[in-house]
């Protein structure tokens, strides 16, 4: 990355239009750029950064809880990510990859309770049960395989399996009742499974963001990024509220803007995102209603995707606790349209085509037809059909207890393929510039789950030079950093049981009469400045401030 002198972070006005140059501009308030940002104040705090979201409110789009499936993805009962070989064996590599991620996550956020960044870890993330449901002969042999091939891997020990019908009753009792057992039925379990609150976790990092002195401006639309000749990008920024435009110069860019990342990086020009392309996938819930039915039903299940659908159909029903209520959805129902955003516009599917991708679009059009016949099922289906779906999870289902919801949209990255001119993915992707000065994440599931690794990903791959002097810190607040707990059982345990009393995620045991008074605060203990940040959201426009040392990387 090219250096600058300092005097080039001052602030000007130039034809009313504000001017600003900062070490670096992130795009969007949602999980990532949050995660990013909060990253950046550990490693390098004299940094000046910048954050720019379009909307009103943070994680309003993808991180949203009620756009956001919130399992926690760790492949403890997703079952798309231990997909059945041709020889009838289970592949468990995605599974065990992506749990190692989430620990990656789980150890951050106990850093970040530690040290003051987070606050009560309650307001993000709770203890839910996590459980794979099939029936059907077939399906029940495969649940067996995946049980067999996960339970003697360190990332997955205490997971369970059953085809009683006893036991199922015990676990599920709102998906037992009434429920034909003649049909085959078998269940992975593993309890100490979590729900994650991405919009709550967002808003108490950008909370930290705005403390630690970064400029956080909502109401604040991107809409242009050019390269100068300095290596620098300048940023066209329009306040949305009123009208009024501002030119940010930054080093860094990262562009964390879930559907809108496609489009801005194609207006940077860089070349590695040509051959990219997105398509929209919208998705609906259904959200229960009933108090009563919420109360009888703890547990994340998840089910298998119907033939032919693609992975982010697999249906579930789950437990969510927001705010500290516990809700329950089930879903998803799939929709379509041409928005890249829900607060999106219907062109900008048709804006994204462009002569560097329009033969990968066009050859997964061709090659997917069967998502094109899903996705038509999927939007005409009616009221009942969709009952019927649930009814498949509670048997006796009365769409008097849910509503339909719709949630966030979901881009599915499109690049060049090995076998054909383009090729639909399910995940996610970094996009990175040779030079390392702009990085951008396309793609959805398992999203979230995995921001903290992803963000050390986008720092190893842009500040490569710079990124092995943060590995000491980094190894501080992430201990597995560079290793693979699930080839190291001692040290998984040692920080399983580490995060998951930092994170309360397991119940404290009940202290004594004479414990309790020995804890009591002291009358003469007021609390102290400083405390950690909690759910509070963001109000105003921050103070900026100036830079200390710049980054530098070539």
């Not at 308030?29 to 909060?38: E, F, H, P, R, V």
């Not at 808003?203 to 242009?224: K, W």
């Not at 980094?474 to 995060?499: C, F, H, K």
């Not at 404290?508 to 400045?529: K, L």
């Amino acid at each position: 990355m090219p250096e600058h002198d300092a005097h080039d972070r001052s602030n000007a006005s130039s034809g009313g239009i504000t001017e600003q140059s900062v070490d670096v501009a992130l795009i969007g308030a949602g999980i990532m750029s949050a995660t990013l940002g909060s990253l950046l104040t550990e490693l390098e705090p004299d940094w000046t950064v910048s954050l720019f979201e379009r909307l009103d409110a943070a994680a309003a789009e993808s991180s949203d809880p009620w756009n956001n499936a919130g399992t926690g993805h760790s492949a403890l009962c997703e079952l798309n990510y231990t997909p059945q070989n041709a020889d009838g064996s289970v592949s468990i590599d995605k599974a065990i990859d992506i749990n190692e991620r989430f620990q990656v996550s789980r150890q951050y956020w106990a850093y970040a309770v530690e040290k003051g960044i987070l606050g009560n870890p309650s307001r993000f993330i709770n203890p839910v049960p996590h459980i794979s449901f099939v029936h059907g002969e077939d399906n029940v042999k495969y649940l067996r395989k995946r049980y067999d091939a996960l339970a003697g891997e360190t990332l997955f020990e205490g997971i369970q399996y059953t085809q009683d019908r006893s036991t199922f009753s015990e676990w599920l009792p709102l998906m037992a009742r009434k429920r034909d057992f003649s049909d085959p039925i078998a269940l992975n379990r593993f309890d100490l499974g979590t729900d994650v609150d991405f919009g709550a976790l967002t808003r108490q990092l950008l909370t930290h963001l705005g403390a630690s002195g970064y400029d956080v401006r909502f109401g604040h639309e991107v809409a242009n990024i050019t390269k100068q000749s300095d290596g620098r990008w300048k940023l066209k920024v329009r306040n949305v509220r009123t009208g009024a435009k501002r030119t940010v110069i930054a080093r860094f860019v990262f562009v964390g803007a879930g559907g809108g990342a496609l489009p801005l990086l194609q207006k940077s020009g860089i070349k590695e995102i040509k051959g990219f392309g997105g398509f929209p996938i919208s998705g609906q819930f259904l959200r229960c209603t009933n108090p009563d039915l919420i109360k009888q039903h703890e547990a994340k299940v998840y089910g298998k995707a119907a033939v032919g659908a693609p992975p982010m159909s697999v249906p579930h029903l789950d437990t969510r606790v927001i705010a500290g209520d516990r809700g329950l959805l089930f879903g998803p129902y799939a929709g379509w349209t041409p928005k890249f955003l829900k607060e999106g516009h219907l062109t900008d599917l048709f804006l994204s085509v462009k002569p560097s991708n329009i033969l990968q679009m066009m050859s997964v059009g061709i090659h997917e037809m069967g998502l094109t016949k899903y996705l038509i099922e999927q939007v005409v289906q009616s009221d009942q059909t969709r009952i019927d779906a649930l009814s498949e999870f509670i048997p006796d289902a009365d769409g008097k207890d849910w509503d339909l919801i719709t949630a966030g949209q979901r881009v599915q990255t499109i690049r060049t393929g090995k076998d054909t001119k383009g090729t639909l993915e399910f995940g996610t992707a970094i996009v990175a510039a040779e030079d390392g000065s702009i990085a951008g994440l396309l793609g959805a599931s398992p999203g979230a789950s995995t921001c903290v690794s992803a963000m050390l990903e986008v720092l190893e791959r842009c500040f490569t030079t710079r990124y092995k002097t943060w590995e000491k810190e980094l190894q501080r607040m992430i201990p597995s950093v560079g290793r693979q707990l699930n080839a190291e059982p001692a040290l998984y345990q040692e920080l399983w049981d580490w995060t998951n009393n930092v994170l309360k995620l397991v119940p404290e045991p009940e202290p004594t009469a004479a414990a309790a008074a020995a804890d009591a605060p002291s009358a003469e203990v007021s609390a102290g400045a400083g405390s950690p940040a909690e759910d509070t959201g963001l109000g105003g426009e921050p103070t900026e401030r100036s830079a200390g040392e710049a980054p530098s990387e070539s």
